[in-house]
């Protein structure tokens, strides 16, 4: 098949640190399935990335089996995408090796997720979370991923990423290939709804923070009339207006409808109409995806069964890419 004709590869992953979050799905997971159609997709859920914060084992072997649901609930078809649970896959943790091999402290250093994550977490900086780049870039490489849909908080990774399969194509011939970032235009980074300038994460302690996308209707909808916003009451996209401006975007990516036109719809009204209409197009948005989540979880057989044959998808092609990345390093071949 010519270059022309080769789908291109995505590849994305998320971790099973809690129920997915509405920047999680806005940012990410509600635009993989719709990637299906035009790419070759591969996508996983991050059970290695998650252990780099203290995990209880029962629960993460449960949030993991369930993140797995909601990636199909959200519109991921495991027979047209490769689906898998990251840790079934061994062949990360040994690209892993090399790639760390080819990456710089100083580099790793750098990261703010391991600064923000290390001041969130002063007891347990432990090296795992120092070096959760490189097995993000062991990910991505061990498929020779094209493109990599993600959030905005995800970009400094992603470029690293690319830094070190340059370095290693350098240092051993070309390889790998270049990944590039795939990032939405409008949703790449939704903002808590307490504190607009963090992101919205699933590991925040304060459960008013962030819209879940299990939330009950009425849960969701009382959430965002307490979202903070400013003392202004015009529905207006500013950057001195971040809390308004985050709830704008929200409603922009689950409505479609651009920011003029946002700004038009609630000319005169005040925070409490536009508050009233966030919530109910996200309930309305995510009510199918509750639903899809229940049906597949009454049914485990059927999950384990595309997870087992996702990891066998994954390790088909990951295994092969190893094992070259481990000719290329000078191991003694013993495949
Ligand atoms: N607030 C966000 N807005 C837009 N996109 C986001 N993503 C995460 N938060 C936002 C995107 O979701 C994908 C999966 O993320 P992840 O679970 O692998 O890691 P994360 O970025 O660390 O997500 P969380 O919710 O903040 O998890 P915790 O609290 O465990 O650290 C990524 O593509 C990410 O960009």
Redesign the pocket.
Known sequence: MSEQERKKIIL????P??T??L??Y????SRWGKLQDEFDCIYSV?DM??IT?RQDPAQLRKRTIESYALLIACGIDPKRSIVFIQSHAGTHAELNWILACSTQFGELSRMT?FKD?SAKHPDDINAGLFTYPVLMAADILAYNADLV??????RQHLELARNIAQRFNGKYGDFFTIPEAYIPEV?????SLQDPTK??????ENPNACIFILDEPDVIIRKFKRAVTDSDSIVRYSEDKPGISNLMSIYSAVTGKNIPDIEREFDGKGYGDFKLAVGEAVADNLKPVREEFARLMADKAYLKECYMNGAKAALSISGKVAAKAYHKVGFVDAR
């Open positions: 994305s992953s998320i971790q640190t809690g997915f979050t920047g999680n806005i940012g990410a997971v991050a990335h998650a914060v997720q994550k849909p993600i959030g905005e908080d995800q949703g790449a980074k939704i903002t992101k919205m994460s699933k590991s925040d």
